[in-house]
């Protein structure tokens, strides 16, 4: 048997987003590998789409009464989450043990190390390390601060209008000049092209959904496209190696234990060298549209 509280309200909107994006996702990973899908933009639409359309499909009004279960909802949920388990457990205990730990995963993954990162050291910033950072386009009032690890890491924070870079100490001090350029080169392609906002503001959405585990998965999906984007951007006209260097002693440095961001760091660097070539079909935006007007429809008669 189903709590009240957890069959209707708030917590029945919860596990409803989780179950449009378990849908959305799925059918969309099954068709992007299905067409071969490379990186670039299309992919980074769909994962936005993950992100976003479940929130809305989610909210309307009138799906969570008796009637619209029990006559018109292609799917009623609650009766797959009464599925009883062993010693009195339910699988809804599963969803909510789940959901549990997807907000825990967000804190101690996300938001610790993002606070902690935040703090610089009293160092002094080379002149050098300055005058190549304002020299950057829509730089030249970032303030540019040194942390105090020794790993190499940089990082950017701010507001658009006045955006700050945070280097580390092993940065300077492990990268030659030319692959210290390349990698303020690619810090910089955060801010252009509007990714600072876009990034920023589907974080708020990500961070909304803190209980879904589809949601963390697809925000570190669209981030990781971002990095190659930002990546190609950093390189154009430059040899690739620089930074692909770069990529895989931060790589090296990473903890075994953090498997989702050395396979992050793989992936960025298979790229780089054209390791993980595709071979490119090129996906009309009409057709990521219609694909996400077909799940607009279909999805809110889950329930």
Known sequence: MIPPSLYSGPFSYLW?????????????????????????????????????????????????????????????????????????????????????????LTVWQELAP???????????????????VRSLPGWSRCRVALTSTDDIHLATGGWPWRPRLLVSRGAVAALAEEELLVALRHENAHWRAGRWIRSHGLFAIRLLQSHNPVALWVFREYCLEVEIECDAEAVAGRDPKLLARILLEIYE????????????????????????????RPLPAATVLMASMFLLLVLPWLV
């Open 16 to 104: 409803q987003v989780i179950l449009h994006s378990a849908v959305a996702g799925l059918v969309f990973y099954v068709w992007s590998h299905r067409v071969h899908l490379p990186s670039g933009a299309a992919k980074r639409s769909i994962l936005v789409i993950i992100l976003v359309l479940p929130l809305l499909t989610a909210a309307v009004p009138g799906r969570t009464d008796l009637t619209f279960r029990d006559q018109l909802a292609w799917l009623d949920s609650g009766r797959l989450l009464a599925i009883p388990l062993v010693a009195g457990a339910r699988l809804w205990h599963v969803a909510l043990l789940v959901a549990v730990a997807a907000v825990a």
């Open 253 to 280: 440095a990473t903890d075994v234990r953090d498997i989702a961001a050395r396979g992050a760091l793989r992936k960025r660097v298979d790229v780089l060298l054209g390791r993980d070539a595709k071979p490119e």
């Open 114 to 132: 993002a606070l902690r990162w935040s703090r610089p050291g009293p160092h002094e910033v080379p002149e050098s390390l300055e005058r190549s």
